[in-house]
């Protein structure tokens, strides 16, 4: 799975770790080799709420701390319900309440950083897996589910600019820099899009890849029942 940020792609993980896939990576994800591989190098970024609610086994297996922030969220989401006028209040107060009362309003209703191997287990590989399906999860306009066939070069390029908009900050500080000192590069910085271009359109052209159209907020285990068929 790859995309841009909040298009789906942990939600579209959870399902098929659930139903017993092994995990390779949340996050970032290094892809290519002489023949299409995947190697992960990081952790579950984040879980919400939303999905421990919707995959419950995954609770109990979170940080004790974690799980008390989160209890005392749910409690507040209860108590902003029943207050009756409450969602109405004007302002930068009224707004902060509401915001806090959605799911994903803010980062304190997620849980950051989790060892893969806490919550499945032995089923977190190591070292190199083929690449053989990509999806590309995308919330659509649509009220349903969706998957349409499309050439992994098409991936390619929406994902070049996809980790383009990823280093926005490290872009900005090199700006910075070269302007305090225009008479030093990084070649690296510099070419970057043209080599993820040219590696990424090498490693995706003959892969098959499907886009996963989605509505918002989504039951994570129809992302399953629509992706499974296409693996």
Known sequence: ???????????TMLPFMAAGADFVADEWTIVGGREPTLSGVSGVARLWDWHLRQFPQYWPLIRPRARARLRLWRLYRRLYG???GLDRLPGR???GLRRLSMDGGTDWQG?????????????????HVSLDRVFLPVVGQEDRIEILPVAGAEVAK????????????LTTAYLQFRFAFPDRT???IETAREREERVLG?????????????PYPVALQDLYEAAAPYC
């Not at 799975?1 to 939600?11: L, P, S, V």
């Not at 929406?158 to 900050?169: G, K, Q, T, W, Y």
Request: no cysteine; net charge positive.
């Open 1 to 11: 799975m790859t995309g841009w940020q909040k298009g789906g792609k942990t939600e």
């Open 82 to 84: 029943l207050a009756p």
């Open 93 to 95: 107060p009224g707004r």
């Open 111 to 127: 849980v950051d950083q989790i060892d893969p191997a806490a919550l499945f287990g032995d089923r977190v590989r190591r070292g």
């Open 158 to 169: 929406r994902m070049v600019s996809s980790l383009a908009f990823e280093r926005a900050a």
């Open 186 to 188: 990084s070649p690296l």
């Open 202 to 214: 090498r490693t995706l052209a003959d892969v098959p890849a499907f886009e996963l159209r989605h």
